[in-house]
């Protein structure tokens, strides 16, 4: 595994909070107005997170699968998987089939959410803070969220594309942990893996998993 990917790695895991929290399940009707309101999602559904940590954690990881389970409906319907899943794959998508396409969703969804499970069970109440919050304009369809996870030691920036469906919502496409852009360093990989497999998505996305990310 290279430095930079370690480095990657790194930073994501110190990001899994600010993140999982944009990408919470709330009440339905709260869920109707945070939906339009990208910043209010970010600030309510950390606290459902905390929520979700919190009750987990002294039994994990005996509880694992509850654990992961819980926080994949987090994730469900905040994060534009189907949109991130494309663009990783890049040029290898127009190659893939509709299966292989739906599949290599799912394998990444999968992954992710093992990813943050085991990132975020050891949260230990850093600050976490909003940087730049402000007016949606009527019709913008695009905007950054900018949050700070903070500690004694150190600030870490993070950075959220969000994109604004038909239906209204606002769905997070994208995350810059400190400076690293985690759609393009996991298209990168995707590239290089399906380079080193002679193109063959089968073997890339059979071989993709939480210790892939």
Do not use: C
């Not at 969703?105 to 992710?112: C, E, M």
Request: hydrophobic share 40%.
């Amino acid at each position: 595994m290279s430095n930079v990917f370690m480095a990657v790695k790194k930073w994501f895991r110190m990001g899994l909070l600010t993140l999982a929290g944009a990408l919470g399940v709330v009440s339905l009707a709260i869920a109707q107005d945070s939906a339009s309101d990208p910043y209010q999602q970010i600030e309510q559904v950390t606290v459902e997170l905390l929520e979700t940590i919190a009750k987990h954690k002294d039994a994990y990881p005996e509880n694992e699968k509850a654990y992961f389970d819980s926080l994949e409906g987090l994730l469900l319907g905040r994060i534009d998987f189907a949109f991130i899943a494309r663009n990783v794959m890049g040029s290898y998508y127009r190659q893939a089939t509709p299966e292989q396409r739906e599949r290599f969703a799912a394998t990444f969804r999968s992954g992710l959410v093992e990813t943050y499970g085991r990132g975020l069970i050891g949260y230990e109440n850093q600050e976490i803070v909003l940087v730049n919050v402000g007016q949606v304009a009527e019709g913008q369809r695009r905007l950054t969220v900018k949050q700070e996870i903070r500690s004694a030691e150190t600030i870490y920036p993070l950075e959220y594309s969000m994109a604004r469906k038909k239906t209204g919502q606002w769905m997070v496409v994208n995350v810059v942990i400190n400076g690293i852009n985690l759609g393009k360093t996991f298209r990168n990989q995707f590239v290089q893996s399906a380079q080193r497999a002679g193109g063959d998505l089968e073997q890339v996305i059979d071989g993709w998993s939480s210790k892939s990310l």
